[in-house]
C-alpha cells in the first residue's frame, strides 16, 4: 500500500493506481487473522480516502469506485480469513490426535535393557507423518531381550494399519512365545488374518540372553542385519534359507530357521529397512551402509546411531522416498553386563530373569 500511494503521487491521478491499495486487504486475507484483515482495510481505505482528495477523484466516479474496490476486497478477505482459521483450527485438532495415535504405535523403546544398550531411528517418508509402514519394537521378556523390526507393503493408512497389527501380535506373543520360530508363527496367523493376503510383511526377529554371546536372529525376507564386531569389521549374516515374509507363508513354502551369530560384549547390531540401503544419491548410488559402521562409534548408542542417519540424508541430498528405520543393539561390556545382571537377581527379578530349563533347550 506505501509503493502504491508512492507511486500515485509521483504518477499523478492520469494513471490510475489508486484501486491497487486494495491489494493491501487481500494479502493480509491470505496470511492474517480476520482482525488484521479488518485493520489493514481500514488503513487502505483512509488511503483512499486521501489520496483521492489529494487527486481530486471525488468529483467523478474514480473516487467513489477505488473506495468500493477497497470496501470489496477487505470483506472477502475476512470472510477467507474466518474460513481459514477454521480449517486450520480443524487440522491442528487432527494432527494433536495422529500424534497420540503415532506415539501409541511407535512407543519409545527402552534406552538400556538386560545385557543391551539400545537407540532408534525413524525417518518417515511423508513429512507430515511421524509414522509410516516401518515397524520396530523391543521387548524384555522371561526369554531374553526380543526385538522386531519390519516393512510393510505399500504406504498410506493401510500399511500402518498393518504395522499395527503386527506390532500388537508382537507385543503380545514376545512375553508367552518360547522361542523365535512360535513367536513369529503367531506373527504370520496375526498378518495372515488381518491382510487378507492383500499386504506382507518383511521382519526380522532377534533374541539376546543376558549370559549368552550370540544372538538368535528369524529372518522373514527383510534385509540382514549388520553386525559391527570390535575391531570394527563387519558381517551381514545371512539366514540358512530364504523365506517368504509375514502374510505370505500360508500361501505355501517352507517356514524361516531360527540361526545363531556371535554377538560378544563390546559389540553392535544394527537392524534396518530396505529405505536406508536402497536411499541413492543423484547419480543413483544406494546407500554404502557397510562402508559407514565407523559412525556407529560414538560412546552414546543414540548420538552415533543419529551420525548415521544424517549422513544417509546427506547422502540423499534431499527428503527420502522411503521410510527408513534403523534399530541398534549394543551389547554392554562383560562387567557392566555382569554388575547388571546380578543386580537384577538380587532385586527379585526383571527383565534378565532366567527362563526355565525347558525354555532354555526349546530355544
Not at 493480509?28 to 481505505?45: D, E, N, S
Not at 532377534?206 to 522373514?220: F, Q, T, W
Not at 543423484?282 to 556407529?296: H, I, M, N, Q, V
Request: with cysteine; proline share 6%.
Amino acid at each position: 500500500m506505501a509503493v502504491v500511494a508512492v507511486v500515485d503521487v509521483m504518477v499523478g491521478p492520469g494513471v490510475g493506481f489508486l484501486p491497487l491499495v486494495s491489494l493491501g486487504p487481500a494479502f493480509a486475507g491470505l496470511i492474517g487473522t480476520w482482525r488484521r484483515t479488518v485493520l489493514t482495510g481500514a488503513v487502505a481505505l483512509l488511503l483512499c480516502v486521501g489520496l483521492g482528495m489529494y487527486d481530486g477523484l471525488f468529483q467523478t466516479r474514480r473516487g467513489s469506485t477505488a473506495m468500493g474496490s477497497v470496501v470489496g476486497v477487505t470483506a472477502a478477505g475476512v470472510a477467507g480469513a474466518v474460513m481459514r482459521g477454521r480449517r486450520e483450527a480443524e487440522l491442528a485438532s487432527v494432527r494433536s490426535i495422529a500424534e497420540v495415535a503415532q506415539r501409541v504405535l511407535l512407543r519409545p523403546v527402552p534406552r538400556s535393557t538386560g545385557p543391551l544398550r539400545v537407540a532408534v531411528s525413524y525417518t518417515s517418508a511423508m513429512a507430515e507423518a511421524r509414522i509410516g509402514g516401518d515397524l520396530y519394537e523391543v521387548v524384555a521378556s522371561p526369554y531374553g531381550t526380543r526385538v522386531i523390526i519390519g516393512d510393510v507393503q505399500g504406504k498410506g493408512l493401510g500399511a500402518v494399519e498393518t504395522a499395527a497389527v503386527v506390532l500388537g501380535a508382537f507385543r503380545e506373543a514376545a512375553h508367552d512365545a518360547r522361542d523365535l520360530t512360535a513367536l513369529g508363527a503367531r506373527l504370520e496367523r496375526s498378518v495372515a488374518r488381518e491382510a487378507n493376503g492383500e499386504r506382507f510383511v518383511t521382519a526380522v526377529l532377534a533374541e539376546v540372553r543376558g549370559r549368552d554371546e550370540e544372538a538368535v536372529l528369524l529372518n522373514y525376507g527383510h534385509p540382514a542385519p549388520m553386525l559391527v564386531r570390535c575391531d570394527g569389521t563387519v558381517d551381514f549374516p545371512l539366514p540358512p534359507a530364504h523365506a517368504l515374509p509375514l502374510g505370505l507363508g500360508l500361501h505355501g513354502g517352507k517356514p524361516p530357521r531360527p540361526y545363531r551369530v556371535g554377538f560378544a560384549p563390546g559389540e553392535q547390531l544394527l537392524l534396518y529397512t530396505d529405505g536406508v540401503t536402497e536411499a541413492r544419491d543423484g547419480t543413483g548410488t544406494f546407500y554404502p551402509l557397510g562402508e559407514r559402521s565407523a559412525l556407529l562409534g560414538d560412546p552414546d548408542a543414540q548420538a552415533a546411531l543419529e551420525a548415521l542417519r544424517a549422513d544417509v540424508v546427506r547422502h540423499v541430498a534431499g527428503p527420502l522416498h522411503d521410510d527408513a528405520a534403523m534399530l541398534l543393539l549394543r551389547r554392554r561390556g562383560s562387567r557392566e553386563a555382569g554388575r547388571r545382571t546380578a543386580a537384577t537377581e538380587g532385586a527379585g527379578g526383571g527383565v534378565n530373569t532366567p527362563a526355565p530349563k525347558r525354555g532354555r533347550k526349546s530355544a
